[in-house]
């Protein structure tokens, strides 16, 4: 009688936990927009522990405004108002979550597009700022700059994605299809920047680093605007080892404006994501796990329009398990009313084999051009934050999924 009665609670049980495990299928929700100002045309946003106090902080560039905005967060989620620090001509980005100079506080990197320079400002670990130093990055327009140790030395590297778009119509467009590598002294000093071809008469928009290729080094990936040469793309740059890149492997696509390398399926190296501003989707390319990737699908982030359009453009992305089942998930900044659609962001959650489902859509500000995920609260679950370029804000999208 016994043995029956736990066989009979042993079924009930597992038919429970099934029951559960189809109502736990998290969707990803967040609150209401919560927005604070920043500067003039805020066109970029990173997050860090600015102050050393575990609360998460945010910077902006500032592109009319040739500065950059340092928002201290407060101890009940709101933020101090804005500091202001100079930077170079329209910085078009910045970021904070790295140490550059070894003393353990976040420091400050922004691409200045119309300078054609880096500025590098050294955190002093209460949320302020030294002053800042310029590096050229050559006649390019720096208009992306990501961190990472490219020669293996243990020390953060920067690079530039150089457009060049602003500077003129010389017939030479090669000079202007590159990055610029900039590798640090071990102090947060910089060495003079190195470039690299990442694909001749294309406009590069953005870049990100990866081990690509397997091989323990740092590749990189840029998004290959269409604007010159017909279809965009994005290219792939591979490391020797020692911080130097040989020449791009490139993929076909429209324009994309943003790009990001990160395990999409699961199979331990990481795929190809871009933020396809003509095609208002999300595009993804699947690492065959040595490097060479091929197309695995394009993925709308808005509704379909009576007029067959999709309701959002895409300009930038992130991404992290924002539902909470596992796998990485995808969230776009949607400038919609540069094409007279509606701003907002939306969220693509993984099934978990790299594929996106459809989009949810949320409300930002006015022109949300880029888009960061940081924990905002003690909840720890992932939230957004998004920067928005005509209403010259923040908006911070705090995470609700169940």
């Known amino acids: 009688m016994r043995i029956r009665a736990l066989l009979i609670l042993a079924t009930a049980l597992l038919g429970v936990m099934a029951l559960s495990g189809a109502a736990w299928a998290a969707v990803a929700t967040f609150a209401a927009t919560k927005n604070y100002p920043a500067g003039d045309g805020s066109e970029a946003v990173s997050a860090g522990d600015l102050d050393g106090d575990g609360d998460t902080d945010l910077v902006t560039a500032n592109r009319y405004s040739d500065n950059v905005s340092v928002l201290i967060r407060r101890s009940d989620g709101t933020f101090r108002a804005q500091q202001k620090y100079a930077a170079g001509d329209s910085p078009e980005d910045v970021i904070v979550r790295e140490d550059l100079d070894g003393d353990r506080d976040r420091d400050l990197a922004a691409a200045n597009y119309g300078s054609d320079d880096v500025s590098v400002r050294l955190g002093r670990g209460d949320g302020t700022f030294g002053a800042q130093i310029r590096y050229a990055a050559g006649p390019s327009g720096p208009i992306a700059i990501e961190s990472g140790d490219l020669d293996g030395d243990g020390d953060k590297d920067l690079v530039t994605a150089n457009s060049g778009g602003g500077h003129g119509s010389k017939p030479n467009y090669s000079i202007f299809g590159n990055v610029a590598v900039f590798k640090n002294r071990g102090d947060g000093t910089f060495r003079a920047a190195r470039n690299y071809t990442a694909g001749e008469a294309y406009e590069p928009t953005d870049v990100d680093r990866s081990d690509l290729d397997g091989d323990g080094d740092e590749d990189l990936v840029v998004s290959l605007d269409s604007t010159r040469a017909g279809d965009g793309g994005v290219a792939v740059l591979f490391n020797d080892g020692n911080g130097a890149f040989g020449s791009p492997k490139r993929y076909g696509g429209f324009c994309p404006k943003g790009v990001l390398a990160h395990d999409l399926d699961g199979d331990g190296d990481p795929d190809l994501a871009a933020a396809d501003f003509c095609e208002d989707a999300v595009t993804v390319y699947e690492n065959g796990g040595d490097g060479r990737f091929a197309y695995q699908g394009s993925y709308p982030v808005g509704e379909e329009t009576p007029q067959g359009d999709t309701a959002s453009t895409p300009y930038a992305l992130t991404e992290f398990d924002f539902d909470s089942d596992g796998d990485t998930d995808i969230a776009t900044a949607n400038p919609g009313s540069w094409n007279g659609f509606p701003d907002n962001i939306s969220v693509l959650e993984n099934a978990g084999d790299g594929t996106l489902g459809n989009p ?37 999208l705090r995470n609700t999924t169940q």
């Open 360 to 396: 949810r859509v949320f409300g930002a500000g006015v022109s949300p051009i880029a888009i960061t995920r940081a924990r905002m609260d003690a909840d720890r679950k992932p939230d957004l934050v998004v920067a928005n370029f005509y209403s010259d804000n923040v908006s911070v």
